[in-house]
C-alpha cells in the first residue's frame, strides 16, 4: 500500500490491515445461510463461537474477525472502546479520543484503558507508543482489575449479622427493635466465631438496608468526632500546636486535612482503621500546623511523635477497609 494512502486512512480511523484479514478470515457459506431482510437471524452453527451482540465495533488488528480473542487470550475491554492491540500478549481495547494536544496521553481508570492523541497523528503511531508502555499498561489494568474485585469483596450486605471493621475489631450488626439505642455489646461465648463484638442497632428485623446502613453511619460517625477530639488533645501538646475546629470529611481518597487556622478535618472513616494507624493521621495533620508542607522538617516532626509513621502511612491502603 502506498504510504500516502496508508498515512490518509489512519487519519479517518480505517484500518485497512484489519480490514483485509477480517476479509481473507471469514469462511465461505451457502446461500441457504444468509438471512434475506425482515427475516429472523438464524442460529449461529455450533462450531463457532457465538459473538456478543452488544459488543462495541473495534477498530485495529483484529483476531481472525471478531473483535471476542482466542480462547484463553486474557482481554481488557473499555466500554467505549473504538480501537484494541495486543499488548505483551493481551488484548487490549481501548477508549480514544482525539483533542487540541501535543502529545499522547494514556490513563488507566476503573473502565480501562483510556487514550487522548492530538487530531493529526496517524493511528499506527498511538498504538507504537501504546506498544512502548505496554508493560505499564497491561500491570496497571491487572491491578484495577484485582482492586475492583476486592471492592466488591468487602462491599457490606447491610442486613442481620454483617460484619465490619471498628477500631481493629469486628463488629457483628444486631437488629435490636425500635425504641432502643445504638451500642456496643459483648458476643455470648460460644455463639459468635472469633473475636467480635456486637453492634446493637435500634431498628426492627424488617428494616431496609438503606435504614440499617444510615443508623450504623450515624453511630460510626458520632464515635468518630469523641475519638478524633481525644487524640487530638493527647497530640496537640506533644507537637506544642493548638487546634481550634474539628470537622468530619467523607472524602473517596483524602484521609485528613489542616489549615493555618487551626481547623482540622478528618475523615470519619479512619474509625474503620487500629487506633495506631487514626493517631499516625491526627498527628500528621496537626504537624501540619507547625510546617504546612511536606518537607523533611515535617516528617520530622511527625516523626517526634509517631515514629513508625511510615509503616502506619502504608497501611491507609489497606483494601480490608469497607467501600461504602
Request: charged residues 20%; contains cysteine; positive net charge.
Amino acid at each position: 500500500m502506498h504510504p500516502l494512502l496508508r498515512y490518509t486512512l489512519d487519519l479517518f480511523g480505517a484500518a485497512a490491515p484489519a480490514s483485509e484479514s477480517k476479509t481473507r478470515a471469514r469462511p465461505s457459506s451457502p446461500k441457504s445461510s444468509r438471512a434475506s431482510p425482515g427475516s429472523k437471524p438464524l442460529k449461529a452453527p455450533k462450531a463457532k463461537p457465538p459473538v456478543a451482540p452488544t459488543a462495541p465495533r473495534i477498530e485495529g488488528p483484529a483476531p481472525a474477525g471478531s473483535v471476542l480473542p482466542p480462547a484463553g487470550v486474557p482481554q481488557f475491554a473499555h466500554p467505549e472502546a473504538s480501537r484494541q492491540l495486543h499488548l505483551g500478549g493481551v488484548l487490549v481495547a481501548y477508549a480514544l479520543a482525539r483533542g487540541q494536544r501535543r502529545t499522547i496521553g494514556m490513563v488507566v481508570g476503573p473502565e480501562g484503558l483510556s487514550v487522548r492523541a492530538p487530531r493529526w497523528t496517524p493511528l499506527h503511531e498511538i498504538d507504537a507508543a501504546l506498544q512502548e508502555k505496554a508493560r505499564w499498561i497491561v500491570r496497571k489494568l491487572q491491578e484495577t482489575t484485582v482492586r475492583r474485585t476486592q471492592q466488591i469483596e468487602r462491599q457490606i450486605v447491610w442486613e442481620q449479622g454483617a460484619v465490619f471493621p471498628f477500631l481493629g475489631q469486628t463488629l457483628c450488626l444486631q437488629l435490636a427493635g425500635a425504641g432502643g439505642v445504638t451500642c456496643l455489646g459483648e458476643a455470648p461465648q460460644g455463639q459468635v466465631a472469633g473475636a467480635l463484638r456486637l453492634l446493637y442497632v435500634a431498628l426492627p428485623e424488617s428494616a431496609s438496608a438503606t435504614q440499617i446502613r444510615a443508623a450504623v453511619r450515624t453511630w460510626l460517625t458520632a464515635q468518630a468526632q469523641q475519638i478524633f477530639t481525644a487524640r487530638l488533645d493527647y497530640f496537640a501538646p506533644l507537637l506544642q500546636v493548638r487546634w481550634k475546629q474539628l470537622g468530619l470529611s467523607n472524602a473517596a481518597t483524602r484521609w485528613g486535612s489542616a489549615r493555618s487556622d487551626g481547623s482540622i478535618r478528618l475523615n470519619w472513616r479512619l474509625v474503620h482503621f487500629e487506633l495506631p494507624v487514626l493517631d499516625y493521621v491526627v498527628a500528621h495533620e496537626l504537624s501540619h500546623l507547625r510546617v504546612m508542607n511536606h518537607s523533611p522538617r515535617f516528617w520530622d516532626t511527625v516523626r517526634s511523635v509517631v515514629p513508625d509513621y511510615a509503616a502506619l502511612r502504608a497501611r491507609l491502603k489497606d483494601d480490608s477497609v469497607p467501600r461504602w
